[in-house]
């Protein structure tokens, strides 16, 4: 609501107004007493609408509450942990390590005699399935082309000395690909769980 405030020559004008009329009709001598009445109860109300109107405009204040500032948070997703496969290096450093730690076996004087009679093309084999299981092993999209271990090792007489030549080799091999030790690891747990289908003689 909007209240206008009388000037004070506007004020004056109105009493005269008042006062000509009353004049006529009550012949009132006394008219300036009447006068500072009739202005101190017009000032009284506009004191009182005054105070009426601060007093209701501090209770709107009050009920005002100041809007809460909203900020916005972008969603950060955790990177995924990368797999043992991506960590070696990928496929095509898997396939390196295979092909060096292969030769190795073919050529050790102990674990040769287990490839006695491999042609080039078995031993292609041979190292293309190991690539495979590698790769599978440890989160590549590999497909296993090779038999269960228990089956591929059954019957050759493998003791835990043979398998301890083998483990030298590929960690002999990792070393030489600078394979850090905590893959370096890993990657012996997966061949060490694989120890009671191959070891068949202590």
Request: charged share 25%.
């Amino acid at each position: 609501m909007r209240f206008s405030i009388v000037g004070k020559r506007e004020t004056v004008v109105f009493i005269n107004h008042i006062y000509l009329r009353r004049k006529k009709i009550m012949n009132i001598k006394n008219w300036k007493t009447i006068q500072k009445s009739i202005l101190a109860m017009f000032i009284g109300i506009l004191i009182l609408v005054g105070g009426a109107t601060f007093a209701s405009a501090q209770k709107v204040a009050k009920n005002i509450k100041p809007k809460a500032k909203t900020t916005k948070t972008k969603t950060v997703e955790p990177q995924k942990a990368k797999t043992l496969y991506e960590r070696l290096g990928g496929y095509d450093a898997i396939s390196a390590v295979v092909e060096s730690f292969a030769d190795k076996l073919f050529a050790d004087p102990i674990i040769g005699k287990f490839f006695v009679g491999m042609g080039t093309d078995t031993r292609k084999q041979f190292k293309q399935k190991n690539k495979n299981l590698v790769c599978n092993v440890t989160g590549g999209k590999c497909d296993v082309i090779s038999r269960t271990a228990k089956v591929v090792h059954g019957g050759l007489g493998i003791t835990e000395k043979d398998f301890g030549i083998v483990v030298q080799h590929l960690v002999d091999t990792l070393n030489e690909f600078k394979v850090p030790e905590a893959e370096q690891k890993e990657l012996l747990a997966i061949i060490g769980s694989l120890k009671p289908d191959i070891v068949e003689k202590k």
